[in-house]
């Protein structure tokens, strides 16, 4: 076990914030029981990477504070805003407006472009996209030659590059990733890390990446470690190293 | 526009040109209809006005006056209103009928007066001006084959063959065959030969002519004016009266009526008079398009629906994806919607081209092949404007159900690959109620509506229990399916042969939904078909049993004095004799209360071969000690006393004027000959009316005695039989498409569905051939299911629909399954079945057996 510090967190709010977590499914033998009483807070402006070995609920945590899924006690806030108990319909406002998506697969509607793809929040409804941001961000992730193409015409890197770009242009109060890195290559997962860590040192971004990969952990600015629906570990700064040795640790 | 909207258009593609085909050619059956049925209803007025002739009032006999009776519109009543102030011209026009030759071929003819003022258009030649000169129609010209320069020849009357009285003068005279040369060929149809002749010539006619009518121009100004017409209509009205002593009566359209005999009828009054009587027959022939429209439609409408659950459920991911990042449910839906509308209309719009090009070519068709010269087809309003919004309701409507399931997609099924098969959902109470109770309501519905023939029970529960099926489905076609893969498989867990069988079993119960929609596709198309097939057969059945209760001879040929020789060519030359006996009569005297008439008696021997063969119905022959008896041959009475017994009489309608048959055992003692004997004649059963005609006209030349009443009235059945078998013929093939349509669809979602099952089932050893193998039978099981499923629903609509169309007392309904169709129809659905799976297969076949195994 380490050391937490809470420096930052008497400054500003937390971006992301679990209280008192709790989610079970299923009963008798099958029943599961994901998230135990999990409390957790996540700065502003800082990339955290959630660990943990299978079933140790790290994607249902993820599922609850993104407002895809509801627990069954405890409370999730985004902001100041708690989210837990919302309408279905506030909740799909809230993730239009508030929170931004990058999963491990299948992250664009395969029908659109990828401008229409990343413009696709705005679309539906939300902020109208800043133009300028848009061409800075597509510019920045070299997207710019590959606006008109469809998904099935662009690379695996290329996809999740397009997934990065709509994230960062409706400009959220939070991204979640979601095993970003596990249909890549060493390369291009490499570059994709590189995007989410620009994210939050140039855009100033919150990111949130769940990841059972612990060299993809080492470069967020923290790491939990997650074990049996309670938190089992927080390091400030991981190395692999470090990260490794934690990891053994909860699923010994 | 709906981004979302806009990226599933994009993406539908070609699932969605099926869609866009079916809601097609829904709206082009309905826009056709609408369309013809305006043609039609403009041809009957069209028609009604050529009646008229350009006349502005018309003096005729009203309905059930009697022609032979006093007054009548002649010569003598148009002297009087040639005088009327504001009349040009007052014409009286004869009218006859008479047996003739038209080119050398016997024919019936109609002989009218051709009015002065006619505005039936010359077709060719010139108007008769000589009284040795004719005008035809154009039908009778194309039908008999003549033209200008070709001769008429018109007999004299013959009371026997004609039944019409003879005036006293032309009997004495004898004057022999009347000859018209034909001058032109004027634009009209009717069911008769027609010929028009000058005045001078009617004069000339051996027949007598009846006064029909007398036609009256207005003068000048007046000609065509409305107003000026119901005036001088007043003056005419009471000119007749007070030249006939009767009183006025105003009646309608029907004009004014003088007494019980005449009548004075504006040109218009006759138009509307004539469409009344016909708006009955275009209400019927709109009804039963409308009702065929609405089938149309309601088949698009499940083929839309299933389209839009198939694309739905190979949209799952994407649509999770565009919760997960935002889009409410809202959204989602009306995406679907609008794509729906973007469909329908795209549909609706190529519908409606379709159904104006279907309802030209009809148009052109009805004159060349069915010699039925219709208006040209116009474009109305209500068929552009009502029959494509139809479509696009209809369209929109059946995407409500599948656009609802879209927004229940949860974003969590966007987050990983879904991994095994979810268990799938039961049946809902709410499903299964519904479903109970419209299968349960639909069909008591059914039956009730059949056996008390009320067609609309009959047809409205037909369609709920049909729904009710359709949504019961997912109870018992899956079984039904893994029960036919079981006994195909046969007993042996671990028989090579019986793999594939038992994999198909497997999978209808572990995708009892995929397997469901795939055979209601083809369901759909079975009942279809097989209730329009076995309808019609069973009407047909019912039709002919009736005729054979009723008429159980198709023809007598008497021929005393004739040669029987002559009769035999002429029959034999025909071509339309499948059966014939000489049955050798008796001359006898029969007596009948205080009269006695000379009668032939005939005892033709009920057991024997050829009297079957050549009667439709043996057991109508006479018992011993009873006699048939023709009608109009004696006085009113029960008994009959003929050479000395006593026998009860039996009225038969079928047997010729005069014309008495025995039983054999009655018949002792009787001299017969076959001199005085008579000919029965059977005739194939799809005789035409045509052909019917001339070989009775071409008979009487021989003979006087020939009964074909009941091969008559089946020839005129006879088109409307094989009008409803080009319609099954047509709903067959539109069937087969809607049905490759539907399993196509669900079938390639399959595909989306399956991959990875081919890929475990190659990785685990099975061959190629043996997983498109699998498709293909899998498509064919289902087909089996929806081929008895449909079949046993075909024949209970296609009896209940038959048996509320007609009224249990004329026709009592007999079952009628025509095995060679309906194998026809079985052929057909394998087919499609195996068709659809074809690319499926193929495409399932190729799977790696890597590929499939890691994810996505």
Redesign the interface.
Known sequence: MTTTTTGSRALTAPAVRAVALEKSYGDGDAAVRPLRGLSIDFDAGRFTAVMGPSGSGK?TLM?VL?G??APDAGQAFIGRREITGLP??QL??I???H???I??????????TAE?NIL??G????ARADRGLFREITGRLGLSARLGHRPFELSGGQQQRVAVA?ALVSRPDVIFA?EPTG?LDQATGAEVLGLLRAAVDEYDQTVIMVTHDVQAASLADRAVLLADGALAGDLQAPDAGRLAAAMLEVTR | MNPIATANLRSGGRRLFAAGAAVAVAVAFVVAALLMVDSFSRTMRVQAQAETAGADLVVSLQDGADPAGDPVPDEALAQRLQDQPGVASAQALRNAYAEGELGGQPAMLRLSEHPGHSTSPLVSGALPHAAGEAVLTEDTARVYGIGPGDEIVVEAADPAVTGQPVAPETQQDDPGPARYIVSGIVEGSSPYARAYLTPAGMDRLPVEAWPESIRIVLDGEAHGDPAAQTAVQQDVAAVLAAATGQEIAAMGVQGTGIGEQLRVQTGEQIVEARMQDLTGQANVLAGVLAAFGAVALFVAALVIANTFQVLVASRTRTLALLRAIGAARRQLRSAMLLEGLVLGALGSIAGALLGYLAALGLGLAAGRFWQFELEPVAPTFAAFVAGPAVGVLMTVAACLLPAHRATTVTPMAALRPADVEPARRRVSWLRLSAGVLLTAGGFAATVLGGMRHEMLPAAGGAIAGFLGVLVLGRLFIPPMVRALGLLLAGPGRFSRRGALPRLVAQNARQVPGRTTATTSALLIGVTLVSTMTIGAASAQASLERELAQRLPLDMAVGFAGADAGDVSRVLDGSGLVTAEVLLPGAAEEARSGETQVPVTVLAPEPGAAETAQVMRRTTALPDPGTALVAPATLQEGDEVELAGRVLDVEPAGWLPAGTIVLNPADAAGLSFSEDAGQLWVRVPDDAGSGELGRLTAQLGEHTEVVVAEATLLRASYAPLIDTVLLVVLALLGAAVVVAVIGIGNTLSLSVFERRREAALLRAVGMSRGGVGGLITLEAVLMAVVALVLGLAAGALFGWAGISSVFQAEAVPVVLAVPWDRVAMIGVAALGAAALASLLPARALSRTSPAAGLSVD
Not at chain 1, 103 to 112: I, K, T
């Open positions: 994607s599922h993104a895809l899924d279905e319909k799909t406002r993730r239009r407006d929170i931004g998506f999963f491990q697969a299948y992250n664009l509607v395969p029908s659109m229409e696709l929040p679309r539906l409804g939300g709509r979601d249909n």
